[in-house]
């Protein structure tokens, strides 16, 4: 479920692929605007990346990627209200790619949390292979509508996808989240909702350890980044 927003992007990103000779026919738009048109989703991606990082200081995982959908639906507004504006498609891009790439970013987060070495792997592969689903699907829709003269049916259908996003909401809280807010209780409730009423103390007690040294985590990533890749500063 934490994987969805993967979905939401690939049906993003597949969406340029199958609309682009429409555009052309019923915009007689260039190659160049074309190429905006879809270039544009990643620089909102990018945007999104960094936003998203001093976002989840203040907010939780989870309501931080239940937040992304309704920025996908102003995004998909725009795209299925620009009619033969460009403006609209460019900025209802943008703001799909801004969702996108925060969700890069949260779910992997997540993920790694709450998932034991064992299965970290094989979750995260679930991120990647539903953005290529997504984008199959946009694909596989295009080709069903067989649309040339109009876009906004192709797009609406599109952009629905985004609500499974909400099913994100279903998902308890990581541990890790909730021992950064000093709440062992539902740390512990979070942690038996993943793992069954046999969990391990000691796993609880090693989350504990890193959040209390995580501001030397952080300082030591950041000095190895530095004095590695610079050889110059070093962080104290």
Request: net charge positive; proline share 2%.
């Amino acid at each position: 479920l934490a994987s969805l927003g993967g979905f939401a992007l690939g049906v993003t990103m597949g969406w340029n692929s199958s609309a682009a000779e429409t555009l052309r026919n019923i915009l007689n738009v260039s190659d160049t605007e074309i190429g905006i048109i879809g270039g544009i989703l990643n620089v909102g991606a990018c945007i999104g990346v960094m936003f998203i990082l001093f976002f989840i200081k203040y907010f939780s995982r989870i309501t931080a990627m239940s937040l992304t959908m309704p920025v996908f639906i102003v995004g998909w507004t725009f795209i299925c209200c620009a009619g033969q504006k460009i403006s609209l498609l460019i900025i209802g891009r943008f703001v799909c790619g801004m969702s996108g790439g925060a969700f890069c970013i949260l779910t992997p987060i997540y993920i790694a949390e709450i998932a034991d070495q064992n299965s970290r792997g094989r979750l995260l592969i679930y991120f990647h292979l539903l953005i290529n689903c997504g984008i199959m699907y946009a694909f596989v829709i295009a080709y069903v509508l067989n649309e040339y003269n109009t876009i906004w049916r192709y797009s609406l259908i599109c952009a629905v996808t985004c609500f499974v996003i909400a099913l994100v909401n279903l998902l308890p809280e990581s541990p890790f989240y909730h021992l950064t807010k000093n709440n062992e209780i539902k740390a512990k409730d979070s942690l038996k909702w993943y793992r069954g009423q046999t969990y391990d103390d000691i796993e609880i007690k090693e989350l504990k350890y890193l959040v209390s040294h995580l501001g030397k985590v952080i300082r030591y990533i950041l000095s190895s980044i530095i004095v590695g890749k610079i050889g110059i500063y070093r962080v104290s």
